[in-house]
């Protein structure tokens, strides 16, 4: 099988925001000048109205990235067909530059979670997630980039480093990967880890997008720092400073910035995105021809 | 454990919070930790609770933020989401609501819970060229009385005892308004085009629409609603409808009695 470009994102390197309707006015009347928007998948799959003129419009304007959280890809149970078949039609519709989904479980027998649960790391569930991404990227007939979770527990039997089975996943099913750079922060502040290690270990080079958001903060039950990603505030200093240094290893990728609780005006998001973007420049401008792992 | 008894155990532990936490879970530190794991049980059920609360907002400031939660929970431990889609989710809370013993002293916050599933609905609902007067009137009149119309696929008819449409009316701005009316209501929750209408319509036109709704031929319809009220007007209610984005498009112009080959 002949090599595929896993780092092959057609977003632009540059810095995008989480699309909310509430802003719909003030972006088409005020075209800001952001890399491109990113949507929730699942909040698009009723049959009309606003919501696909929305898109449609907004997708003839800015690159589009399409963000499913609701196929459950490290479910053991198999994925839902039904939800396949409309995330196919969606993105045959709009025909988004990325489209992602998460190293998570959300549905169960009992129905849809509405979270993103976590799943032990083993040589079962690894197998079990690289044939859910092979069978949604043949279902939609495009490359899945799949999300590093943010985590609040261990699981005693995880066999397997969370880094090595993402990249497993990727290398098995040529995928690419979101780098989350706040559930990274998370992850490692949650257990212990450091989180520039974290992404200095990162197969990078099959980074298609990186998510930034804020974090909340509470102590576990032993009083120890235990972070929540919230998506409710502007991105922390320290994840900054994390996606400073991971752009610096990385060069430009796609940068979205992620707020869905609490969701401020426009131009909030728009300034985050600038900071980001200026992250980027300078990563382009000191490192033009450089996109090294 | 394999991959299925994890969650398995994972997903009972989260929906039942009397479950302490599933065996197997550690932290860096070597121990369990139960408040990490309360961690994903809050968001399940906050996040349910507020997709329930974003789309029955007059729900909510009918009871009280305290008495919406303690109702969202009671619904929620019975029926969880079917699919991810969670804009269809509580589609049939107000039926949930109707069973709700502590909200019977609130008689009308089914209904209200109607209209506001209706809005939802109209807002994802399939785009549809509205059925024109002009249709209507090229009709030959002899054919008029046999013309069933199809329901705009935005469209829905809410009818209550109660005066639902001005109670959800007078909870739109900050400061509610002292609502009048009494007596029942009917509602048109339609969207004809991209904007969700909320219309009460008038008392002597809600079983017209009813009937109509309901796939009754135009005759009939009216048959039904003039011996119910004798100020009836026919021309009236049908353009009032027509106008409000109740109906579909007719697909053939020679409509009449829909399909004649039928029976």
Same mark, same amino acid.
Do not use: C
């Given at each position: 099988m002949p090599y595929e470009p896993?780092?092959?994102?057609?977003?632009?390197p540059r810095a995008g925001a989480g699309f909310k309707p509430e802003h719909y006015a003030d972006i088409v009347e005020?075209?800001?000048?952001?890399?491109f928007l990113e949507v929730h998948a699942e909040n698009y799959?009723?049959?009309?109205?606003m919501p696909h003129r929305m898109l449609a419009e907004l997708s003839a304007r800015y690159a589009l990235s399409l963000h499913g !959280? *609701?196929?459950?890809?490290?479910?053991?149970?198999?994925?839902d067909k039904t939800h396949l078949a409309r995330l196919r039609l969606l993105i045959d519709r709009y025909r988004p530059q990325s489209f992602s989904e998460h190293l998570a479980w959300s549905t169960h027998d009992t129905g849809f979670l509405n979270d993103l649960l976590p799943l032990p790391y083993t040589p079962e569930t690894l197998a079990r997630v690289a044939d859910h991404v092979d069978e949604v990227q043949q279902a939609t007939g495009r490359q899945l980039l799949l999300e590093n979770p943010s985590t609040y527990v261990l699981f005693?039997?995880?066999?397997?480093?969370e880094i090595e089975f993402l990249d497993a996943v990727a290398e098995r099913t040529g995928c690419g990967l979101l780098l989350d750079v706040n559930n990274v922060m998370v992850s490692a502040v949650n257990h212990g880890l450091d989180p520039f290690a974290y992404v200095d270990r990162?197969?990078?080079?099959? !980074? *298609?997008e990186i998510h930034l958001a804020g974090y909340d903060e509470t102590v576990d039950g032993a009083g120890e720092r235990l972070l929540i990603d919230?998506?409710?505030?502007?991105?922390r200093e320290d994840v900054f400073a994390l996606y400073r240094h991971t752009v610096g290893r990385c060069g430009a990728v796609a940068t979205l910035i992620e707020w869905d609780n609490d969701v401020p005006g426009f131009a909030v998001l728009y300034d985050e995105a600038r900071r980001a973007d200026a992250v980027l420049a300078d990563a382009a401008a000191r490192r033009p021809l450089s996109r090294s792992a | 454990m394999g991959h299925a008894a994890t969650e398995a155990a994972f997903a009972a532990a989260i929906l039942d919070?009397?479950?302490?936490?599933?065996?197997g879970l550690t932290t860096a530190r070597g121990a369990p930790d139960e408040k990490r794991f309360a961690v994903y049980r809050n968001n399940v059920a906050v996040g349910l609770r507020k997709a329930l609360a974003t789309r029955f907002r007059v729900v909510e400031r009918l009871v009280g933020e305290e008495f919406f939660a303690l109702m969202a929970r009671a619904y929620i431990a019975g029926a969880?989401?079917?699919?991810?889609?969670?804009?269809?989710?509580?589609?049939?809370f107000a039926d949930f609501i109707e069973t709700f013993a502590p909200a019977a002293?609130?008689?009308y916050l089914a209904d209200v819970a109607r209209i506001e599933a209706a809005v939802t609905r109209a807002y994802h609902a399939a785009d549809a060229a509205p059925l024109a007067i002009a249709q209507l009137a090229a009709l030959p009149p002899e054919r008029l009385a046999e013309t069933r119309l199809a329901p705009h696929p935005a469209a829905a008819m809410v009818r209550s005892r109660f005066p639902v449409g001005s109670i959800w009316q007078a909870h739109q701005s900050e400061t509610v308004a002292p609502v009048s009316a009494a007596g029942g209501e009917a509602v048109l929750v339609a969207r004809p085009g991209f904007e969700v209408g909320i219309h009460i319509l008038p008392t002597r036109d809600a079983g017209f629409a009813a009937a109509l709704f309901a796939g009754e031929m135009l005759g009939d319809a009216a048959a039904q609603a003039l011996p119910a009220d004798p100020d009836f007007d026919f021309g009236g209610a049908l353009v009032g409808l027509t106008g409000l984005g109740a109906f579909s498009v007719m697909t053939r112009m020679d409509g009449g009695g829909e399909d004649d080959g039928d029976d």
């Open positions: 896993l780092h092959a994102s057609r977003l632009p005020t075209a800001p000048d952001i890399g799959m009723g049959d009309g109205g !959280v *609701g196929l459950s890809i490290g479910a053991a149970r198999p994925l005693e039997e995880s066999s397997i480093d990162f197969p990078l080079a099959r !980074v *298609g919230a998506h409710g505030s502007r991105v | 919070p009397a479950l302490p936490p599933p065996a969880r989401p079917a699919s991810p889609l969670l804009f269809a989710y509580g589609d049939d002293s609130v008689p």
